[in-house]
């Protein structure tokens, strides 16, 4: 599933070869995804606007036109979204599509439909319900320690928990947290309510550092997770411990171990993480 470098290398890729273009065309080929497509308001929002920016928001992708509007893509479990050259044919599970006016065609292919689409007034995404809940953007600016421990105030929830709560702290998934609190030393089901000051300067750092390596890697592709060109990341081969069980150590030797929390596999060493 993708995270937030992920959909960070994907907007990167992307912004060189969509900025300035002009969407001409909206095909819509099937109702919904996670979610309805709304077919009239993509194309009344969409066509014939130009496309001016693109950002981030936890895992959610905004391509931003002219117009006031704005394109939210969230790609679900396999979604991915890139430039096919003009006249290629439609792939299956290409479930949406937009012209643009260098002929190329900016698709959404999407297997097993988990992904999300709409368009929406620019100005009303900080209220939209899809984002009005979420929390601090991780990189934007880095996190610090003090700041971090804040927001986990009144928590009492495993590291690893609180790392993925979205709601307090954005785009940190179950393979970032893993690899974080593994580069920090601190046990994935220790409560965040006994970590010292020491202990969230360490955090926010290994949470900084993770993802940036993770995007200048191009992302992890453990599914079928590429960019805007369909370039694959290669992360995985970076990672310290996660999918890792019975592996030694990169730090100390000791076998990786898994633990199952909130039905979600974690993976640390018992040596280096207490
Ligand atoms: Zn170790």
């Known amino acids: 599933m993708p995270e937030l470098p992920e959909i960070e290398v994907l ?10 273009r002009r969407i001409v065309g909206v095909e819509v080929h099937t109702p919904a995804l996670r979610e309805p497509l709304d077919r009239r308001a993509l194309r009344r929002r969409l066509q014939g606007q130009s496309i ?7 895992k959610y ?8 509007s704005t394109l939210v893509v969230h790609l ?10 003009a006249g ?39 209220r939209d319900p899809h984002f009005a809940g979420l929390g601090r953007e991780p990189l934007d600016p880095p996190l610090a320690g003090p ?19 979205a709601k ?11 690899e974080s609190l593994f580069a920090a030393g601190i046990h994935p089901a220790r409560s965040v309510a006994r970590l010292s000051a020491a202990r969230w300067r360490r955090l926010a750092v290994a949470v900084v550092e993770v993802l940036e390596r993770a995007i200048r890697a191009g992302g992890t592709t ?16 970076e990672l310290a411990v996660y999918g890792r069980e019975g592996e030694p150590c990169p730090r100390c030797g000791a076998a990786i171990r898994r633990l199952v929390q909130s039905n979600r596999s974690s993976f640390y060493c018992p040596r280096c993480q207490r």
């Open 76 to 85: 679900g479990m396999s979604g991915r979204l890139t430039l096919a050259p």
């Open 52 to 58: 001016l920016a693109l950002r981030r928001r936890s």
């Open 168 to 178: 307090r702290l954005v785009g940190v998934g179950n393979i970032y947290a893993s």
């Open 222 to 237: 453990l599914n079928d997770f590429a960019d805007g060109t369909g370039a694959a990341g290669y992360f995985q081969v």
């Open 61 to 68: 992708l905004w391509i931003e036109v002219s117009g006031g």
């Open 88 to 126: 290629a044919p439609r792939e299956a599970h290409e479930h949406l599509a937009f012209g643009l006016d260098s002929g190329e065609r900016l698709r959404l292919r999407d297997p097993r439909r988990f992904g999300i689409a709409f368009a929406a007034p620019t100005a009303a995404l900080a």
């Open 147 to 165: 700041e971090l421990s804040a927001l986990a105030r009144g928590c009492r929830a495993p590291a690893k928990a609180f790392l993925m709560d």
């Open 11 to 20: 907007r990167r890729s992307l912004e060189p070869r969509l900025l300035g």
